[in-house]
């Protein structure tokens, strides 16, 4: 369990987030959802320690987390595998070196060892035929994948944490990764997915908490979500669900 206890941030003088209190299973599905700058991406950096609270607790399953240091912080970090919102490949390694880098780095596999490993996870996420290319030659959707194969490659996680997986995909692109998301959680494994991308939030999750203004304006599934009438969220939702009596019920294609 992730605990955010009455956490308040600021970078600066700017008042991120004030006051936030959620708890988040590591089997849950959930999309954090808002608008550009609304502190989605400080509360990853936040549950991973990257970042600590000006004032409330991080618990991550029951460990107080708060102000600890990179050390300390080793063992929680393991439990999550990130995608981060620029997914930045090393552009000077090919796609194998990039999701190699980790293994090399921190564990003792031979070169054959971590050959296969590769492999292995590249086919996990339908992108082995691009191992030998150069980040410059992937396409937008292959280079999410390849991302998101790295950040696959060292632990298992407990826990998934993507950050715009599919923000700047074209629309097949990103439904594939969305499609890679739901697999990759089947076996009951959860993730938090921040995004703005309404459409792409409601094919993959359970649970919805919507950010705005520093504090937590909704926290409820899809259904509750596209039938909402605080007009924040109307805003966010007309994008895939007009103002109408049906969309909330025709709503389909969740890839479960
Ligand atoms: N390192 C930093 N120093 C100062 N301000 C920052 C820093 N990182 C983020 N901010 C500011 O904090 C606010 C929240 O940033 P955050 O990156 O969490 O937003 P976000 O919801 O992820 O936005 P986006 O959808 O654009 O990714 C923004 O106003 C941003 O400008
Ligand atoms: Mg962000």
Do not use: W
Request: proline residues 4%; glycine residues 10%; charged residues 25%.
């Amino acid at each position: 369990m992730i605990v955010l206890d009455r956490v308040s941030f600021s970078y600066g003088a700017r008042r991120v987030l004030r006051d936030v209190s959620v708890s988040i299973g590591f089997g849950e599905r959930v999309v954090i959802l808002g608008g550009s700058g609304e502190g989605k991406t400080t509360i990853l950096r936040l549950i991973l320690g990257l970042l600590s609270p000006d004032a409330g607790r991080i618990l991550i399953e029951g460990e107080d987390i708060t102000g600890k240091g990179d050390g300390a912080l080793r063992d929680v970090r393991m439990k999550f595998s990130i995608v981060f919102q620029e997914g930045a490949l090393f552009d000077s390694l090919d796609v194998k070196e990039n999701v190699a880098y980790c293994l090399r780095e921190y564990t003792s596999m031979s070169d054959e060892e971590i050959e296969a490993r590769v492999r292995e996870i590249l086919a996990s996420v339908g992108v082995e035929q691009a191992i030998h290319l150069m980040p410059e030659e992937l396409s937008g959707g292959m280079h999410r994948r390849v991302s998101i194969a790295r950040a696959l490659a060292l632990s298992t996680p407990k826990m998934f944490l993507y950050d715009e997986p599919t923000t700047g995909l074209d629309p097949v692109n990103a439904d594939n990764i969305c499609r890679l998301i739901a697999d990759l959680s089947k076996d009951g494994k959860g993730f938090i997915m921040v995004t703005h991308k309404v459409s792409d939030a409601l094919k993959v999750a359970d649970r919805y908490i919507f950010l705005k203004d520093g504090a937590l304006l909704f926290d409820g599934t899809g259904r509750e979500l596209l039938h909402s009438d605080i007009p924040g969220i109307r805003v966010f939702v007309a994008e895939v669900c007009p103002p109408g009596p049906d969309c909330a019920e025709e709503q389909g294609g969740k890839h479960v």
